[in-house]
């Protein structure tokens, strides 16, 4: 289903001398928009709120940023209805009116680039009440990769395929959840890694004789070997990722992958937020 469409509704029984209301009638229409709008002004009323009393413990202006920042998230979100408020909804609502606002912040622009993306192929099937925002084009980094920031997953490309929809529930949806723990921190320290990763890489191309790739080794210095990717290719059943140069970084998983999890403990599909215990 696109976004905002509802499952088909079954006629309702004629009442005597009225003719039978059509399936997906202009009343029901109407009626759904109106739970939409109403979810959006209320999550974007108490984002808004969360976020002004959160930031301004740091400073008023602070304050007034955070509840921009978090007042439109909840619009965005309210309106599409990604919020699962019966499945951690509630704690990704607040972290991200809070802790998170930061990486959410850069999450808006990424709806910035969906929106201007000519189709940008939004996807609530991965969507809607799943506490994330999915796109199958908008922002990326290197093609064939998957790009995360905040609550917005984009460039996740072909998800009718069983793999690369698990990419996303188990890989990207680590990304999103890492964000809400790590709050402020989280891009700093992930870009930290990044950058130390170069400098580390170039290294040890040198030390190894230069029998690798020099880009090769530097990505799986300042990516593979970034204890956030470790962590979310550990979930995804994919430690060691092919892409890395063999001998780098971790030898283990960082953690079980959430595949095995759910077969044990018989549960959905769709994952919860990931546990910082491996």
Known sequence: ??????????????????????????????????????????????????????????????????????????????????????????????????????????????????????????????????????????ARLKAGFAFTIGNVISGAGDVDGARRRRLITDHEDVHVWQARWFGPFYLALYGAWAIGGVVAGWVLWMKRGRTASLSSMIESCSYYVNPFEWWAYSRDAHWPPPGKVHGVGWKRPAARPLAALRRRKRQDPEPGPPSLDP
């Open 1 to 138: 289903m696109q976004d905002g469409d509802s499952p088909a509704v079954p006629a309702r029984p004629a009442a005597p001398g009225k003719s039978a209301e059509p399936a997906g009638s202009a009343s029901d229409t109407a009626g759904a928009g109106a739970g939409r709008l109403a979810e959006a002004g209320v999550t974007g009323a108490a984002g808004a709120v969360l976020g002004w009393y959160f930031g301004g413990l740091v400073h008023p202006v602070v304050g007034a940023v955070v509840a921009a920042i978090s007042g439109i998230n909840g619009v965005v979100s309210g309106w599409r209805g990604v919020y699962g408020w019966r499945r951690h909804g509630l704690l990704a609502f607040v972290l991200d009116s809070t802790w998170a606002a930061v990486p959410v912040a850069g999450s808006l622009l990424a709806h910035a680039v969906g929106a201007a993306s000519s189709p940008a192929g939004y996807e609530p099937s991965l969507s809607r009440r799943q506490n994330r925002h999915v796109y199958r084009r908008g």
